[in-house]
């Protein structure tokens, strides 16, 4: 049995000594351009309130003790200076993580758990240096031994254990979180290896290469080998309904600190790595057996290997769903032993001291595994652990695409986890029995009113297809309701909907931008909001403006709190808003556009050295960078680009003076399964080949793919952009966060009306927008007239002829790519590229007349960065903290 197995071994203090954590060896350096923190550094003087406070010599010789003791080195190389200064930051952090716990312990407050399948973080060391108020002493400290910062900040390697948006908000609420002063901590999973690599070939194709992140070890975390649990997987249910797994591993904990900014508040993330329950099977190895005798640590070690590279797709594999219990389980166990540390006896009150808020539907699975501990393992009764759990859960939507919100084949579900498929059946039951009456009501009062998801079903029988009885409309209305639903592509095959299982499972459910949480009430849990109106919430993003603003673009965070005499913005967003009168100011408008000029120009000499090509400071930078999908509409973005080449092409040198010019700058990642998303990689980078060794064009246009886009690149990319383009098809971005992050750095937009777009332009302006595009209500129609769509721009049938034609090369690869769009029997151009098209032409060519200002370009900058602290991520988890957790702030004296 499972229970009373947890371990606690040794004491904490043991653990926080650091030992055992693994060897830290040569990180290599990717020499790239350095970029100033000391004017954020120099903010930070004197301001110390971490309690952790280190002077520079001492910093200086824990450095050389880290260098000779831990790295066995006395060379004074970047990667070992690196590491050495890495590990002597770990020890400040141990030291203010260790008093926080302690401090919370005592205190014993209410805790958030943030439970996420990814948390992309990026790199640690100039965040933890600022956040603990330790610049100025460490960067002392460099500075005698002849480096500094910025010399070593290249040679940390990202931790990238997540995809995108979803993975690095999680990212910025740890931040929050701990700036706040929030009892809470992350739960999600040590992968190995992490997002891929991207690199490009010299024929333009992705190419997908792991992500060793761990391979010089990790000075940021914590091994706790003394705290582990087990997960079972596989077995049988038996007649006592006690589950007896087939499989068992041990989840172990690795505790990663995270510092809240000039607080003494250090919260934690913990993450999982599973190891084997038997290492090593000495008699299977004695047989001459030995790949049985390492088996179970195979599979053991399958569960973390990798995180799956989609952020839109849905992975079926059962290894994703084995993931996904590990973690939960694991996570809810552990925080369950600690609860009955500090309350003895009853699980009662769990809800006044624990709340999970579940990223997406990864970790869903918390509702059937909630309900099995508080069950089987703690001796509850369903009712009452049905009270705790949905209490204790609340879940965030971030995706309607439907092939994001996952289902899990019932057949998967029944073999993985025999004992949570009975208890989704259930809770299932129990749920069509509460609700049955109100679907009654509206049966009789719309009989034939049925939603398009149950007539669906009833539709889309095949030709031939054996006649069965009809169902009745009350059998009809009580399948829209239901958890568990025929897959609506395979007759006969039963699914888990887990979106569903999270929204009766919970007790808030929120959208991330107010579109989004509006259409989720109206497009994807319609009967739910009829059941559960108070339940449905919005939470705007947000992202945080230590690592978005302060850290990356340090020049111009400088020029903020010279203006406003204070850096108080950094911990209180709102204050930008006075930087708005500094907008109408000449002097201060040329300080801001020449920081905007550095920033070029870094990313100018990264260009250089990622891709080889040369681009002019002089000309717009004109930056798309995230997830490629056909959603997102890079593809838009790149045949508006032909356009543009083809403009300038036709014209006389004369005409080519009053152009202009333009950088466009394209990256992010292709999933690896992504046929569509590959060849619009591809396209591009064949558009750089012919258009940036074009002498006619020159520094006229320069198109730029930016290989392996990541947290790291786009710190560099971010304050450098001057225009970025957020132009998915109304109504399917939920929200994007990185155009809040172009906008706090002075970056004009170019959008559509979706996600936060809208909530960034009410805060801008729209006057000072460029927004283009059809609207989220108007979609569906255009979606069923998209075949007799006839309206083609002259601009699109050229650009495309000159695909076909072969002026990028390779016609053939290109061709169904073309078709996706254009030939309505092969590809239904479902996020509606040709019916934005023209109005986007007309908005970029605006931007082009808006640029030719630059006094009132720069005005325009000023203005977004001063309008847009709504989108701090402080903001953010305030609103979660006060309207979903009923979590207080519990700082430290
Ligand atoms: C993403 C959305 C973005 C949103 C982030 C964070 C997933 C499943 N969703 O629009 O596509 O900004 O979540 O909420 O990755």
Known sequence: MLQGQHQRLGSSKQALSGQGVAHAGTIRSRNRPSFKVSSV???????????????????????????????????????????????????????????????????????????????????????????????????????????????????????????????????????????????????????????????????????????????????????????????????????????????????????????????????????????????????????????KAVGEKRKADAICAVLYPNDATEEGKELRLKQQFFFVSASLQDTIARYLEAHPGSLDKLPEKAVFQMNDTHPTIAVAELMRLLIDEHGLAYDKAWDITTRSLAYTNHTVMPEALEKWPVLVMEKLLPRHMQLIKQINDEWLASVKGHVEKKVAAMPSALTPAAKASTDSKKEGEKEEAPLSPLE???????????????????????????????????????????????????????????????????????????????????????????????????????????????????????VKQGNKARLASRIKELTGYEVSTDAMFDVQVKRIHEYKRQYMNAISIIHRYATIKAMSPEERKSVVPRVCIIGGKAASAYYMAKKIVRLINQMAKTINNDSDVGDLLKIVFLPNYNVSEAEVIIPAAEISQHISTAGTEASGTSNMKFALNGSLIIGTMDGANIEIGENTGFENMIVFGVLADQINVLREERKDFKDYDPRWTAAFKMITDGVFGDVEYFADLVASVNDMTKGNDWFLVANDFASYMDAQEKIDEMYRDQEEWTRKSIIYAASNGFFSSDRTIDQYAKEIWGVKPCPQP
């Not at 990356?552 to 911990?571: F, H, M, R, Y």
Request: charged fraction near 25%.
């Open 476 to 594: 009809l209305g009580m399948k829209e309701y239901s958890i568990i639903q025929e897959n609506q592509w395979e007759k006969g095959q039963m699914l888990v909907n887990m979106a569903y299982l999270a929204v009766v499972g919970s007790s808030a459910v929120n959208g991330v931008a107010a579109i989004h949480s509006e259409i989720i009430k109206t497009d994807i849990f319609p009967q739910f909001v009829e059941i559960f109106p108070k339940k449905f919430q919005n939470k705007t993003n947000g992202v945080t403006l230590r690592r978005w603003l302060a850290y990356c673009n340090p020049e111009q965070s400088a020029l903020i709190t010279e203006a406003l005499g204070t850096d108080a913005w950094v911990k209180d967003a709102s204050l930008l808003a006075a930087l708005k009168p500094f907008a109408e100011d000449a002097a201060f408008r040329a300080r801001w556009r020449a």
């Open 41 to 291: 550094l120099e903010m930070n003087r004197g301001k110390t309130t971490n309690g952790v406070k280190i002077d520079s010599a001492a910093a200086e010789s824990d450095v050389l003790r880290e260098l000779h003791y831990r790295l066995a080195s006395s060379a004074l190389s970047t990667d070992k200076l690196y590491s050495a200064v890495a590990w002597s930051v770990h020890n400040r952090l141990l030291d203010a993580w260790e008093k926080t716990h302690a401090y919370w312990k005592e205190k014993d407050p209410k805790f958030v758990y943030y439970l996420s399948a990814e948390f992309l973080m990026g790199r640690t060391l100039t965040n933890a240096v600022n956040n603990l108020g330790l610049g100025n002493e460490y960067g002392q400290a460099l500075r005698n031994l002849g480096s500094t910062m910025e010399q070593i900040h290249d040679a940390e390697l990202d931790a990238a254990l997540g995809n995108g948006g979803l993975g690095r908000l999680a990212a910025c609420f740890l931040d929050s979180i701990a700036t706040l002063d929030l009892p809470g901590w992350g739960y999600g999973i040590r992968y190995k290896y992490g997002m891929f690599k991207q690199g490009i070939d010299s024929d333009g194709y992705q190419v997908e290469k792991p992500d060793y992140w761990l391979n010089n070890g990790n000075p940021w975390e914590i091994h706790r080998p003394e705290i582990r649990f087990p997960v079972g997987f596989y077995g049988k249910v038996g007649p006592d309904g006690k589950w007896s797994p087939e499989e068992k591993v041990w989840a172990e904990a690795h505790d990663v600190p995270i510092p809240g900014y000039k607080t003494k508040t250090c919260s934690n993330m913990r993450l999982w790595n599973a190891l084997p329950v038997e290492e090593f099977d000495l008699s299977a190895f004695n047989e001459g057996d030995y790949v």
